[in-house]
């Protein structure tokens, strides 16, 4: 009986890890053409994984109003982030939001990068 049970626990375990990784961690940025115009403006456009809802994203970025506002287009995964005071510091704060939203990595113009490396290579 405890074999029978051990056994099923296993694997509702293993089930569950599965299940748990569905959504991707990719977010996609602009284009570094356009992510250079964005530095200067203060104005970012980047698509969230799959499967993020407006609530997910109001609930994330409720802790960075200070610093950035958040529109979200639910329909195409879109978020358009504009700086309110437009520095090094506050960008460094879009990848907390990132992160925060379950991203891990950044695609720009097909290359896949750490949050980090986009930060440095595309905010800093």
Known sequence: MK??????????LAGTSVFAQDRS?????QTKT????SKSSGKYL???PDGMTANEVAENSKFYTRIF????DEKS?????TMIENSDKSRHVIVRFLTSCGVQTVMVDG??????????NFML
């Open 111 to 120: 290359r896949e990068m750490m949050l980090e490396d986009f930060f440095t």
């Open 77 to 81: 995964d879109v978020a358009t982030i």
């Open 25 to 29: 961690t990719v977010a996609t940025a």
């Open 34 to 37: 356009e992510l250079v115009a």
């Open 69 to 72: 506002t958040i529109s979200f």
């Open 3 to 12: 074999t029978i049970f051990a056994v099923l626990t296993t694997l509702f």
């Open 46 to 48: 980047i698509t969230l």
